[in-house]
């Protein structure tokens, strides 16, 4: 069993950044497949990036070339840097992990464990 805590959301400006970490409950994140997915009121969720343990990444077009996902396999920690942020960015923000071997993916399906979100608001 794999258990997940997001944080780092908060409130910010059009065209501003922030941050999003997770922490999973695990020895190492090294052979875990780590994703971020979000939804936003009224909407499904959906996938914005993943990161393979052999550095594979994906990413949904809305975020391609502003949001960033890495992670620190010695601190259990999966980033997610958000540049440029969008009104439409405006969600509930969560991280997933898959601990057997998969491509890249960004259907929620594939994804057996989750955290319980973090808070992202983009005003403009």
């Known amino acids: 069993q794999v258990q997940l805590v997001e944080s780092g959301g908060g409130s910010v400006q059009a065209g501003g950044s922030l941050r999003l970490s997770c922490t999973a409950s695990?020895?190492?994140?090294?052979?875990?497949?780590m994703a971020w997915f979000r939804q936003a009121p009224g909407k499904e969720r959906e996938g914005v990036a993943t990161?393979?343990?052999?550095?594979?990444?994906a990413y949904a077009d809305s975020v391609k070339g502003r949001f960033i996902i890495s992670r620190d396999n010695a601190n259990n920690v999966l980033y997610l840097q958000m540049n440029s942020l969008q009104p439409e960015d405006t969600a509930m923000y969560y991280c997933?992990?898959?601990?057997?071997?998969?491509?890249?993916?960004?259907?929620?399906?594939?994804?057996?464990?989750w955290g319980q979100g973090t808070q992202v608001a983009v005003f403009s």
């Open positions: 997933a992990a898959n601990d057997r071997w998969m491509n890249p993916s960004l259907l929620r399906t594939r994804y057996p464990y």
């Open positions: 695990i020895g190492t994140l090294s052979p875990l497949t």
């Open positions: 990161h393979t343990p052999s550095g594979r990444t």
